[in-house]
């Protein structure tokens, strides 16, 4: 299979399984997702606040989120109009999980305001992969058009350098890159957007283990926690199953930390270095093959 693609369907799969794999870790600690489940390593039924409302397998927001970046593309590359009206359609299904930000911010594009909310949450950065996958070989565009993307709904410096983070590794990512020169590229790539997050992605380079960045960080909903955990996932770790179940059982944002560490990872290693058990039990996996086709066609092909 053409290279590009299995790096594209690994993106697009690998968010929505690490989706679904910390769904039911969601808000737990590390200690209560070991009482109530063990060790997460596959689909479980939610014991937490998706009880009796989620099945196994099934993904929350930062998937539809990614479904709505993804229907975003058409022939000149990503269109911000376009993801104003999929967010806002999405809204009108009343969606399961939707954060309190992205519920103002939609709320205000649908008065015709698009300055989004002063929010430094990560629910940008949880939706930005198949960004870093099409403008994988233009960091300028990447930057412009992810910033574009942010602001819309998480319009703070923090929201907007996190995103800029996952976006930025997730390109990294395609380009076969993965190590402390990484890092150190993106502390740069958002250093004129903020110093603080620029100086937290930077100390990944001194930390040895995801667990060292866990408790580092902490791996809340604030950007400034958990994405950095989650890029530490992957950085710290040496396929795409072990830093995947290291991160749905770290505690606090599961659900986002394996969507981001998933699109990450899942565009290092390709779709074939996950598990098969997953990517053939995910909820709506025709739709991921679908779009993560329709995707590399735009960027190769037409
Ligand atoms: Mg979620």
Redesign the pocket.
């Known amino acids: 299979m053409d290279k590009m693609l299995e790096k594209f369907q690994g993106s697009i799969f690998g968010l929505a399984i690490g989706?679904a794999l910390g769904?039911p870790s969601?808000w737990l600690t590390s200690e209560e997702i070991k009482e109530k489940y063990g060790v997460i390593d596959d689909f479980l039924e939610p014991r937490n606040k998706f009880e009796g409302i989620l099945k196994a397998g099934t993904y929350?927001?930062?998937t539809d989120q990614m479904i709505a970046i993804l229907k975003s593309f058409d022939d000149s590359g990503f269109n911000n109009e376009i993801f104003i009206q999929e967010l806002i359609k999405w809204y009108k299904r009343n969606p399961i999980?939707i954060g309190s930000t992205s519920k103002k911010a939609i709320q205000k594009l649908i008065e015709g305001d698009k300055t989004g909310c002063n929010s430094s949450s990560s629910g940008s950065a949880?939706r930005v992969g198949p960004l870093g996958l099409y403008y994988y070989d233009n960091y300028g565009k990447l930057k412009e058009t992810t910033i574009e993307a942010t602001k819309l709904t998480h319009n703070s410096p923090e929201a907007i350098a996190a995103a800029l983070s996952v976006a930025f590794f997730v390109a990294e990512s395609i380009n076969g890159e993965k190590s402390e020169k990484s890092v150190e590229k993106c502390s740069k790539f958002i250093e004129d957007i903020s110093l603080t997050f620029s100086e937290k992605i930077m100390s990944i380079a001194n930390l040895s283990s995801p667990k060292e960045a866990y408790d580092f960080f902490k791996t809340g909903l604030d950007a400034t926690e958990c994405v950095p955990s989650a890029i530490s996932g992957f950085v710290l770790t040496n396929s795409f199953k072990e830093g995947m179940i290291s991160v749905v059982n770290a505690g606090g944002d599961t659900?986002?930390m394996g969507s981001m560490y998933g699109a990450i990872s899942g565009a290092y290693y390709g779709i074939k270095d996950i598990p098969n058990n997953w990517t053939f039990r995910i909820k709506d996996k025709e739709l991921f093959y679908e779009l993560s086709k329709k995707l590399h066609h735009l960027k190769f092909e037409k």
């Open positions: 989706d769904m969601e929350t927001d930062d999980g949880m659900d986002s």
